[in-house]
C-alpha cells in the first residue's frame, strides 16, 4: 500500500469565519472549545463500478490529525469515525449533517456534525455538535488515480478549525 503526503501545512489558523446559516448548531448550544486540526486527509483510488469498463476515483477514506489549542498546544487527535480524543480521554465521534463548499477552491468542504457518541467526562465528553471551518488543503488529488493505481493510497495536508459545541 502506498501513502504519500502531498504537502504540510503550518501555522494556526483560528481566524474568525463568516459561517453559512446552515453550519451553525441550534441557539440551545454554547461554545465550549476551538482547535485546530493540522494533519492528513487520507483517500484511496476505488473503481466507481464492478464492471471492467469501470472508472477510477479517489475515495476519502479518513482523517488523520492533531488538534492544538489557541496557544499551539497539542490537545488531542483527530482520526477515523469522524473521532475527536481529548488528551484526557475523552472522545466525541460525529456525523455530517451539514456542509458546505470552502471559500477555498482546493480545500475540503465545511461542515456541521452532530455528537453520536460521547466518552469521559473531560473536554469532549459534554459536546453535542461540532463545526469544522476555515479549512486549507485536504481535497482529494486532482490525477494518479486509474486501473494501474487501484488500492493506492494518498494523503493530502489539511488544516481546520473546529468548534465544539455543549448544551447552555
Avoid at 4 to 29: D, M, R
Avoid at 41 to 53: E, G, H, L
Avoid at 156 to 167: I, N
Wanted: charged share 25%; net charge positive; glycine share 12%.
Amino acid at each position: 500500500m502506498r501513502h504519500a503526503v502531498l504537502f504540510p501545512l503550518l501555522g494556526l489558523a483560528l481566524a474568525i469565519a463568516q459561517v453559512p446559516e446552515n453550519l451553525k448548531p441550534p441557539e440551545t448550544e454554547s461554545l465550549l472549545l476551538k482547535a485546530v486540526g493540522k494533519g492528513t486527509q487520507i483517500y484511496a483510488c476505488k473503481a466507481t463500478s464492478a464492471d471492467a469498463d469501470a472508472r477510477f476515483e479517489w475515495v476519502f477514506e479518513k482523517p488523520e490529525a492533531q488538534l492544538f489549542d489557541e496557544r499551539g498546544e497539542r490537545i488531542g487527535t483527530h482520526y477515523e469515525g469522524p473521532t475527536w480524543e481529548a488528551s484526557d480521554g475523552s472522545k466525541v465521534i460525529g456525523e455530517v449533517v451539514q456542509r458546505a463548499k470552502s471559500p477555498r477552491g482546493d480545500a475540503v468542504p465545511w461542515l456541521l456534525l452532530k455528537a453520536k457518541t460521547t466518552e469521559g467526562g473531560g473536554r469532549f465528553g459534554r459536546v453535542t455538535y461540532v463545526q469544522r471551518l476555515n479549512t486549507m488543503g485536504g481535497s482529494a488529488p486532482a490525477n494518479g488515480c486509474d486501473k494501474g493505481h487501484a488500492g493506492a493510497v494518498a494523503g493530502v495536508g489539511y488544516q481546520a478549525d473546529y468548534y465544539f459545541y455543549g448544551r447552555r
